[in-house]
């Protein structure tokens, strides 16, 4: 049986830490195959990546990567003698563009003394792909990967009156069009509860059924009923998640529907689509309907 | 008329600046009417609060804040003498959690001499919110505020070999579920662009024309065409932006469908639904039709 895929963090790593060579990293369970620089599976995309110096087109920026998929290389030359094609290990990293899931990022580096090590640089995620002539002319696939930085978490210290602000973005990150995310509403913890739930529902949203298909496989989303954080400090279990499409995420987070003890919906027709293993918990759906819910008007719909 | 509301900073304020009074605080703009904590319309959302010791359940943390909705409070007394409805300025809050516009936030606070002054906190987002009796009893709105901290764009710097990582997470913010957002690959600007298309289309799915109902109006959300960033560097620009409900956005960027010149879905039966003055860019559909574009195999779909 394979070992199953590690997202995130492996053991104590931490961002900084460097490795000896690719067996250190192997054994330790960072970046498991020995040669390959992409360790994935189509069905649940990357755990890790190493960045060598063995593709022309890989592109290392202050705040992303520019990161070049698998294949047409030659054995001999190492130069890009063929196009790349979106299979294998490709596949893998479009899968994660798909899953929102972290990729253990690794680079090689050369110490003055002229050692070579490999430098954890962190969790990443994949944010966008694209296809074109790389340097040789031959088809690339360019995968751009983000840092994840956890925002909300970093304690912000509190200051005595008339110091800089308490929310102070640094100076230096002024920007005219600051970058925002339209969908910041809907946090969720990546966790293996929400993978699970998605998985247990084949990516089928239990409200519509539908199942989005991608190039990078099916796409879902997991909804907590009682949402995390304050005010609801609701739990990370498999009882208080839900499987569903995107746009039925937004409408039960903005509380355009709610589901009544017996998985009737409330403010859409229709019952809530389950599994024998998978029973949301009572309590949490009436926290719901309460808390969340609120039916539209007539003028509303 | 009235003067439109502005979103975001204004003028050169920046987190950390001090006013000396509501007055000044309405005469630069930066929140408009003079006694009420909210400054927001039902259609648009708020522009901007003001945070008082007046409402017992505010909250301030170090990472978020809990802000309490408008009204039911005694003109007399200032205590909580019924229940909050959702209408007016509330409705207004509501209506921010699904825009996703940034709130600025200014604070009352005291200076050692006693003198009182209002801090300008920075842009927040509203992230939740929930219905609860209040200390009082009385049942009242509580917002979740979180700060906007720009991180994807704040430069990294660039370190020699062995020290810690390019991007690393300060060491406080280490925490063994990191929150992670599900839906980053959907990272959009939210400029006048953006807000533009989507009133253009009355909110509704260029693809599907589903319009998605909320407590809070409808929300939608603005696809890029050519995406923004590298690899693809796409402009923020009206002919490169779509209106489309969450479900349309995740396939057009995972690639699912395109779109044809003449309008025609890729893909997808049907045709992109078009306004007279929103007319996406041939060049750009064509660039994410041999970008971003995968048709699926049959055992895909």
Redesign the interface.
Known sequence: MPTPPVF?HVGSA?????FASRAELAQRGQHRPLQAGICATQEQGAESIVLSDKYEDD?V????L?YTGHGGRSEETGQQVADQT?TKANKGLVRS??T???VRVF?K????AGSQAF??????????????PGRSGFLVF?F?L?????????????RP??????????A????P???????????????AV?RQVKALHGYRCQVCG?Q??????F?A??AHIR?L????HGP?TLDNVLCL???H???F????FGIADNYALLGLPGQLRTQANHQPDMGQLAYHRQ??Y?P?AAS??
Do not use: K, M, W
């Open positions: 995130g931490q961002p900084g830490d460097l592109e920026h202050d705040d992303y520019l979106l563009q798909v929102g899931l972290p680079r580096v050369t110490a003055p430098r954890y640089e962190g969790l990443f995620r994949v944010v966008s792909r694209d296809c074109r360019l751009r983000e840092p994840i930085i956890a925002t909300v978490e970093a304690p912000i210290p509190a009156y008339a110091q800089p602000g308490l929310f102070d973005r640094p230096e990150a002024a920007e069009t600051p970058r925002y995310e339209a969908t910041v509403s809907r946090l969720v913890r990546d966790t929400t539908e989005l298909a991608t190039p990078g496989g796409y989303e997991a949402p954080g304050a005010p609801h990370d499409c995107p746009n995420h937004a409408l987070d903005f509380g355009s808390h969340i609120r539209l509303q719909r």
